[in-house]
Structures are given as structure tokens and as C-alpha cells.
């Protein structure tokens, strides 16, 4: 279920631009000479609202500078104009100016060093605060510009795909445009008035032009392929779940009833006892619910251990996957829960009200 909901769940939920005013652009060939020619053109085209984009990496810290750390941690470099995508919230220092992507101001080199904001739990473990230096073993050298607010999170690779990374304990880094590392995903918001297949029709012509390579979709045929691709996949477990729910269904109707015609003297002192045929009913139905409640939570739990929590490490960072216990999710397991209840219930009230005490009691 989740894997089917996730792209409504997780996408939706962190994307800060309206899905269907966002163009994904994968551009295979971005080292193209003429892609700078094909990005100017496009943008003057007054079609788009900015060309951004992000990409995930890891940095190696030098052990002269930072403590011991020798393992590698997560940062994402991203593009100007990602802040219109997915606010960024800055809670010390600075996000990036226009000035911090630009390849004549940020070379890597110790008076021109690239800018990179930190996670909250980064900053923290390694001591940095902004204005600090940071040096890695590839001899690059960074200057941190803002620490960001705890559970920052950001998207893993593409938007559609509905991974989340949480980078308390990771990076974020000005791109500056290389050709030796491009971007592959590009986004751009839609200018007001223009309709989306009008420009994806003249961005394929533009790179037509150029002899790029792109492939143009707003974020919701996206998200909508994604979901399409998701059921066609599972509608065939999602089919044996239901015959299995059913199934279940049935014999826990069958298996209260048996339950209540097993203590059937006991329930028939009770009822000649004077109690009455409510109290009876909602003892056994609190017996009954008891025992489903403790299931469902049993399920749930080990639910969790194999989702891991929905947590994927990487690095140093953890990512929520397709794969984790979301609200939604565990709301749905709640209304097929008590779908499932209410049979038996219902069942339990229906044969308890043909019975009598005397019957009960005596037999025949």
C-alpha cells in the first residue's frame, strides 16, 4: 500500500511548487557544448520561470580538520533556484546569494571556497559554526554560510521517485556549473498564462536545435506514472490481500460463534443471574476486541522491524523510502481493521439474540 500512496504521500507533502506547474527536464548531455546556448535560449523563450536542479554526493573530510572522522557524509549541491521548489529553512547564518553559484567567485580554493550550509546535528558533532573553514582530502576547501533548522529534509535524486532525505547529519552545497559533474534532473516552475504541453512542445524544439537530449513532464504525470506503475504492479497482491481479508473475515465471524456456543453455560448463568443481554453482549464483544486490538499491534510492530522504519542510511544521512509505515498508511490499516471487526460483531449480536437462558443452561 504504501509503495502505491507514496507518491501522493511523500512528494506531495514536500513540494513546495504546485506539481502541475513543474517541469521535470532529464537532459542526458548537459557536457553538450551547446548546452549553455540551449539553457540561454530557453530561458529567454519566457516559457520558464528559472533552469534548477540538485546533485547527491558525498564529500570525504580531511582528519587534520575535523576531528577523526574518516567516513564519508552526505551533502547535495544544489542549483539556484531550488529554494523555489522546497523552502529552506536556515536557522543560523545564510542560504546562498546569486554571487555563490557562480564558477568565478567559487573555485574550491582557499580564498575562493565553495559555500555550503549545514545540518543541525552535523554542525554540532563536528564543532562548526558559520564563518568555519572545512577542508577535504581532495584538497577543496569550503566556507559554511548558515546551519540549517533540525529535520531539514530535501529530495533524493528526483522528486517523483518520493525519497526523502533528512540532512541533519549531511550538507548542502552552491552548485557551481561543471561539466565534469553536470545535473542530469533540471526543474523549472511555469511562467503564468503558459500551458504545459505548449512548453514542452518548445522545449523539445529548442533542444532539437541544439542537439540536446531532453525529456520534458510536469512533476504530475510523473507522480501519476508513478502511481499507475505502482498498482500495476501489485493489483495482483493487492487482490489475494483482499480474498485473504475476506477469508479472515469469515472465520472470525465463524470462530466467535463457536466461541460463544463453547461458554454457552456460563453466559446462560449470567443472563439468569440478571444480566442483561447488553452486558452479556459487551463482554464478549470486549473479549473479542481485546484480542484484535493486541493482533492488529502485533502486525503493526512487525511492520515496522521490516521496514526498519522506513529509514534507509546512507553515509552519514537516513532517507525515508517508498517502503515505511506513513500516517496514512496505519489510518488505512485502522478502517481495514475495523471493516473487519464489524462482521463478527454484527454476527454476535445476531445469534446472542436467539438464544435464551433456559437453553443456555439446560440444553435439551
Known amino acids: 500500500m504504501q509503495a ?35 539553457k540561454e535560449e530557453l530561458l529567454n523563450a519566457n516559457l520558464v520561470n528559472g533552469l534548477t536542479g540538485w546533485r547527491n554526493s558525498d564529500l570525504t573530510p580531511d582528519t587534520r580538520v575535523i576531528g577523526d572522522t574518516e567516513d564519508d557524509f552526505d551533502s547535495v549541491e544544489l542549483a539556484k533556484g531550488c529554494e523555489n521548489l ?40 563536528q564543532n562548526l559554526k558559520v564563518g568555519d573553514s572545512y577542508h577535504d582530502v ?25 525519497m526523502i532525505m533528512v540532512i541533519d547529519n549531511a550538507v548542502m552545497v552552491a552548485y557551481v556549473n561543471d561539466s565534469e559533474n553536470p545535473i542530469m534532473h533540471y526543474y523549472s516552475i511555469l511562467n503564468d498564462n503558459v500551458n504545459s504541453d505548449d512548453a514542452i512542445y518548445k522545449i523539445n524544439k529548442i533542444a532539437k536545435k541544439y542537439n540536446i537530449v531532453v525529456e520534458a513532464k510536469t512533476i504530475s504525470t510523473e507522480l501519476n506514472e508513478t502511481y499507475s506503475e505502482s498498482v500495476s504492479q501489485d493489483i495482483s497482491w493487492v487482490i489475494f490481500s483482499l480474498i485473504i481479508l475476506v477469508f479472515v473475515t469469515i472465520g472470525t465471524s465463524i470462530l466467535i460463534v463457536s466461541h460463544m456456543y463453547m461458554r454457552k ?13 447488553k452486558k452479556v453482549l459487551l463482554l464478549l464483544w470486549g473479549e ?16 515496522y522491524i521490516s521496514c526498519s522504519g522506513g529509514k534507509e542510511i546512507i553515509y552519514s544521512a537516513y532517507y525515508f523510502s517508498s517502503f515505511h509505515l506513513s500516517y496514512g498508511i496505519v489510518l488505512i490499516g485502522i478502517g481495514i481493521f475495523l471493516l473487519m471487526c ?14 435464551q437462558p433456559k437453553d443456555l443452561i439446560g440444553g435439551k
Open 265 to 277: 453455560n456460563e453466559i446462560g448463568i449470567r443472563m439468569a443471574c440478571g444480566y442483561s443481554f
Open 86 to 125: 522546497k523552502k529552506i529553512n536556515v536557522a543560523t547564518g545564510r542560504y546562498f546569494t546569486d554571487a555563490d553559484f557562480r564558477k568565478e567567485n567559487a573555485t574550491g580554493s582557499k580564498s575562493k571556497p565553495f559555500l555550503m550550509i549545514l545540518g543541525s546535528e552535523f554542525a554540532n558533532n
Open 288 to 303: 473479542f476486541l481485546v484480542v484484535s486490538i493486541l493482533a492488529f499491534l502485533s502486525a503493526l510492530l512487525i511492520a
Open 342 to 355: 464489524i462482521p463478527s460483531l454484527l454476527v454476535l449480536v445476531f445469534k446472542l439474540r436467539k438464544v
Open 4 to 38: 502505491v500512496v507514496n507518491s501522493n504521500i511523500s512528494a506531495n507533502s514536500e513540494l513546495d511548487s504546485n506539481p502541475k506547474r513543474t517541469l521535470h527536464m532529464l537532459i542526458q548531455n548537459e557536457d553538450s557544448k551547446y548546452f549553455s546556448k540551449f
Open 138 to 162: 581532495n584538497d577543496k576547501y569550503y566556507k559554511v554560510v548558515g546551519i540549517l533548522e533540525p529535520n531539514s529534509k530535501w529530495f533524493y535524486q528526483t522528486v517523483s521517485e518520493g
